[in-house]
């Protein structure tokens, strides 16, 4: 019975792809990098798994460890390498593969490859042929033409028999760029196996809505739905959607009872499941006493962005007698647009009566509807 581990190298504290964290703890459709590369050799099954993370990122990695083991890394990718093939010394492995976290797109077709390559070899590790015309380039001007044949760029998991990597990796000096390194320096033969080229390194920031189209299924699209009333009182205007609009009467509300901009501002909160109008600003609070809507809209488009959401469209749809909306619509459209700095095409605000029944039939107040598409890519 051949036994196999996998080792996942998630020690990096690399910051360049931006936001923050080590981007092994970056969210990728929802769940850490790491998460996925460990996800891909929990599916294909491995007698131990190893994560190596940084003394920093313990919390980090214990969330998404499921049973794999924990090791803390070293200083160079080749130390926390090394503490996690001495990790397993003594545990009865016989074959390895070396994974970096920041390659969160493994197939199981690839690691399957890599293993059944090592049933003919003591090591193995894909290579995608180099297939772009490659120069060599001094400043900005290229200087000359590199011949491309028999060039591969290499990926991993990289696979070896268990006791071959240890050793080579005790007797290494250091310094080495991938595990195939070390083993060669010993003197060891490593085959290519086919690589794959969604098998993408998350380097930089742009690398992750890559990973993200790749993944497919990411794209989060929400719909989120908004109803309000506000009732006339004394006044000689309304605010609706942003636009003054001349009336016998004007609308009562803590703030300038926008109710067309306020149900719109609630269905993004529902798109976002993140309440309504009051549970960010609390009528409680007198700053928001005579607050133009357009704070509450604005907070509201921000969370959005912040969550990676756009707005895709809106409608909204307001319910009264009078004022007549129609003459006003185009306005209302073009304000709303620029509050959420989208195209006016993708705004419409229409209206209808009630047919004389009801609150709004009897010119009590306006109700307004609003419905809002949030789409993540
Ligand atoms: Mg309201």
């Known amino acids: 019975m051949i036994r196999t581990a996998a080792i996942v190298v998630a020690a990096g504290r690399g910051l360049r792809a931006g936001g923050?964290?080590?981007?092994?703890?970056?969210?990728?459709?929802?769940?850490?990098?790491?998460?996925h590369a460990l996800g891909a050799f929990r599916t294909v099954g491995f007698d131990s798994l190893v994560l190596v993370?940084?003394?920093?990122?313990?919390?980090?990695?214990?969330?998404?460890?499921g049973g794999a083991l924990l090791?803390?890394?070293g200083a160079t990718r080749a130390e926390s390498v090394r503490a996690a093939l001495e990790a397993l010394d003594g545990a009865g492995i016989d074959r390895v593969l070396i994974h970096d976290a920041a390659r969160p797109l493994v197939s199981p077709a690839l690691i399957g490859r890599v293993l059944a390559a090592l049933d003919t070899h003591d090591a193995a590790a894909p290579g995608l042929p180099v297939t772009d015309a490659l120069w060599r380039a001094a400043g900005d001007t290229v200087s000359?033409?590199?011949?491309?044949?028999?060039?591969f760029a290499a990926q991993t998991p990289q696979g070896f028999r268990y006791a071959l990597i240890l050793a080579a990796h005790r007797a290494h000096p250091g310094g080495a760029a991938d595990d195939v390194e070390v083993a060669r320096r010993a003197g060891h033969v490593v085959a290519v196996v086919p690589g794959e080229a969604d098998n993408i390194k998350i380097t930089a920031p742009a690398d992750f809505a890559r990973a993200e189209r790749l993944l497919g299924g990411?794209?989060?699209?929400?719909?989120?739905?908004?109803?309000?009333?506000?009732a006339f009182g004394p006044g000689d205007h309304v605010m609706l959607c942003g636009v003054r609009v001349?009336?016998?009467?004007?609308?009562?509300g803590h703030s300038d009872a926008d109710?067309?901009?306020?149900?719109?501002?609630?269905a993004i909160y529902g798109a976002l499941a993140e309440g309504d109008i009051g549970r960010h600003f609390p009528p409680s609070d007198p700053?928001?006493?005579?607050?133009p809507s357009e704070v509450f809209l604005s907070h509201a488009a921000a969370r959005a962005r912040d969550r990676g959401f756009g707005v895709s469209n809106c409608d909204v749809t307001l319910i009264c007698e009078h004022p007549k909306i129609g003459p006003h619509a185009l306005a209302m459209e073009g304000k709303l647009a620029a509050i959420l700095g989208i195209g006016a095409d993708r705004v419409s605000v229409k209206a209808t009566t009630s047919e004389r029944l009801g609150f709004t039939g009897r010119e009590e107040g306006i109700a307004a509807l609003a419905s809002v598409t949030l789409v993540a890519p």
Do not use: C, N, Y
């Open 53 to 65: 993370h940084h003394p920093d990122d313990r919390a980090e990695a214990e969330a998404i460890a």
């Open 71 to 73: 090791v803390e890394g």
């Open 246 to 252: 001349p009336h016998r009467a004007g609308l009562v």
């Open 218 to 230: 990411a794209m989060d699209i929400r719909t989120g739905s908004g109803f309000d009333v506000h």
């Open 259 to 266: 109710v067309g901009m306020h149900a719109l501002t609630d």
């Open 287 to 291: 700053q928001w006493k005579g607050a």
């Open 20 to 35: 923050g964290l080590p981007k092994q703890w970056r969210a990728l459709a929802g769940k850490p990098i790491a998460a």
């Open 144 to 151: 000359g033409t590199q011949d491309r044949e028999g060039l």
